[in-house]
C-alpha cells in the first residue's frame, strides 16, 4: 500500500520535475549558445578602464575571447598591461593564457557578489575567490608554481632576467569595503631565486653571470589597514637579502605604500669566482667599487661598513622608489 502510495505521489510531481529540468536545459543551451558573450567581454574592459581612472598608476586590460564555462564563463588571452616608467619603453604586461570564473547565483538572489576563479598563468596555477557585500569584501589568492622566468615586469623592474617559482597565498578582509580596514595575511616563497644569465649586460656594460639567491619567504600580517612584514629574507649562495617594514593598504592593491627598509650583500664566493664578478663587485677584502657601484651611483651611496647595500623603500607596489640608506 505504501508502495503504491510513493508511486502515485512520484508521477503528481514528475511534470513539476521535468519542467523544473527542461528549463535548466533550456538556460544552459541559451548560455552555450545565444548569449552575447562579446558585449559581456567589452563592457568588462570598459568598466575595468573607469575603475582605474581612480587610480594614480591605472592599468589596461584587454581580453582576445569570452565564452561558456560550466557555471561560469571562461576567458582567453587576459592581458594586463602597466604603463612604462621611461619614455619609449614597452609597458609591462601580465598574461592570462585561460581564466574561468564561476558567480553564485544563490548568492545574488540575497544581494551578494561571490565569485571564483582559476587561471593559468606563467606556468602555473591561481585561484582565488571575492566575496562583497554591503558591510565588507574578503578575497583569497592562491599562486602555484609561477614562473618569473615568464614574467615581462619582473626582469623589465631589475634590467636583468629573473628566475625562480612562486607559491603562497593571500587573505584578506575589508569592512565597509574599504583597504584601510583591512585584516588578513599574506605567506608566500620563492624557491630557486636567481638573477642574470651572462648575457644580459647590467647598464649595457658588463654581463652578468647569474646570481643564485635561493629561497626568498615573505610573511605578513595585516590589521586595520597595515601589513606588518613578519619575515623578508633570503640567505643564498651568492646573496643575502633582508627586509622589514610595512605596507599601508590601498583599495587598488598596486597603489599600497610602502614603508620598508631593504638590504643585501653580495658573496664574497661570488665575487672573487672570475675575472668578471671581480669586476662587476669589485675584489673580496678591496674597498675599491666594481663596476656597478660606478654605473649606479645610489649602490655606492647604499653601501654600509659590512659590506650590505641598504635601501628605503617607498612609494607604491607598483612604483617603488628606492632611496641609499647606508646608515641603517
Not at 268 to 291: A, C, H, N, Q
Request: include cysteine; charge should be positive; hydrophobic fraction near 40%.
Amino acid at each position: 500500500m505504501k508502495l503504491a502510495l510513493f508511486f502515485e505521489r512520484f508521477r503528481t510531481q514528475l511534470p513539476y520535475v521535468g519542467y523544473t529540468l527542461f528549463y535548466f536545459a533550456a538556460f544552459s543551451g541559451f548560455l552555450f549558445t545565444a548569449f552575447p558573450y562579446r558585449v559581456l567581454r567589452d563592457r568588462i574592459v570598459l568598466d575595468f578602464a573607469k575603475e582605474q581612472r581612480k587610480s594614480p598608476h591605472p592599468k589596461s586590460l584587454s581580453i582576445e575571447d569570452l565564452g561558456p564555462a560550466w557555471g561560469g564563463v571562461r576567458a582567453k588571452g587576459v592581458r594586463l598591461s602597466s604603463p612604462s616608467e621611461k619614455a619609449g619603453e614597452k609597458p609591462s604586461a601580465l598574461v592570462v593564457s585561460d581564466a574561468v570564473i564561476k558567480p553564485s547565483f544563490a548568492a545574488a538572489l540575497v544581494g551578494t557578489t561571490d565569485v571564483s576563479f582559476s587561471a593559468q598563468l606563467l606556468g602555473g596555477q591561481a585561484e582565488g575567490r571575492l566575496v562583497s557585500s554591503k558591510s565588507e569584501k574578503a578575497f583569497t589568492l592562491k599562486l602555484a608554481k609561477i614562473d618569473l622566468k615568464q614574467s615581462e615586469g619582473a626582469s623589465s623592474s631589475l634590467g636583468l632576467p629573473v628566475e625562480g617559482v612562486v607559491d603562497g597565498s593571500l587573505r584578506l578582509e575589508l569592512p565597509d569595503g574599504k583597504g584601510a580596514k583591512a585584516n588578513g595575511l599574506a605567506q608566500f616563497e620563492i624557491t630557486d631565486l636567481a638573477f642574470g644569465d651572462g648575457k644580459a649586460k647590467f647598464h649595457d656594460q658588463l654581463a652578468v653571470p647569474k646570481v643564485t639567491v635561493g629561497t626568498l619567504y615573505f610573511n605578513a600580517e595585516a590589521k586595520d589597514g597595515s601589513l606588518k612584514i613578519a619575515r623578508l629574507g633570503a640567505a643564498g649562495k651568492d646573496l643575502d637579502l633582508l627586509g622589514e617594514g610595512r605596507i599601508k593598504i590601498s583599495d587598488f592593491l598596486g597603489d599600497s605604500v610602502l614603508e620598508c627598509s631593504l638590504r643585501f650583500k653580495v658573496a664574497d664566493g661570488y665575487r672573487g669566482k672570475s675575472d668578471v664578478t671581480t669586476s662587476l663587485f669589485g675584489k673580496p677584502g678591496s674597498s675599491v667599487p666594481g663596476v656597478v657601484e660606478i654605473a649606479e651611483p645610489r649602490l655606492r651611496a647604499s653601501k654600509r661598513l659590512d659590506g650590505f647595500y641598504s635601501f628605503r623603500v617607498r612609494g607604491t607596489v607598483d612604483k617603488p622608489e628606492f632611496t641609499p640608506d647606508p646608515g641603517s
